[in-house]
Nanobody, 122 residues
């Protein structure tokens, strides 16, 4: 299986930046799409961004386009989510996820990290 560990969350003021990291380990011998999801209090978990195994394709939720950037390390064992121009509505618990896929899905992920809290103050 694949183990995912997120890091980089914290408290930041509106307009600031934060970079989340997701370290993957385990049996990553197949192609895994990697994604980021978030869940705010009293809200459903929502898709944020995802990237292909090769790192050649990425997709974003409309709410974060132009502000967030997902990237993959050369070794493919780490995925980043660079978050710029943060807004209070970005406050949520952020999860890293992975699934076997040749494309970049927005759902159906099989493996999940423990999550990391991102809080954006006004």
């Amino acid at each position: 299986q694949v183990q995912l560990v997120e890091s980089g969350g914290g408290l930041v003021q509106a307009g600031g930046s934060l970079r989340l990291s997701c370290a993957a380990s385990g049996r990553t011998f197949r192609s895994y799409a990697m994604g980021w999801f978030r869940q705010a209090p009293a809200k459903e978990r929502e898709f944020v961004a995802a990237i292909s195994w090769s790192g050649g394709r990425s997709i974003y939720a409309d709410s974060v386009k132009g502000r967030f950037t997902i990237s993959r390390a050369n070794t493919k064992n780490t995925v980043y989510l660079q978050m710029n121009s943060l807004k209070p509505e970005d406050t949520a618990f952020y999860y890293c996820a992975a699934r076997y896929s040749d494309v970049v899905p927005t759902a159906g992920y099989d493996y999940w990290g423990q999550g990391t809290q991102v809080t954006v103050s006004s």
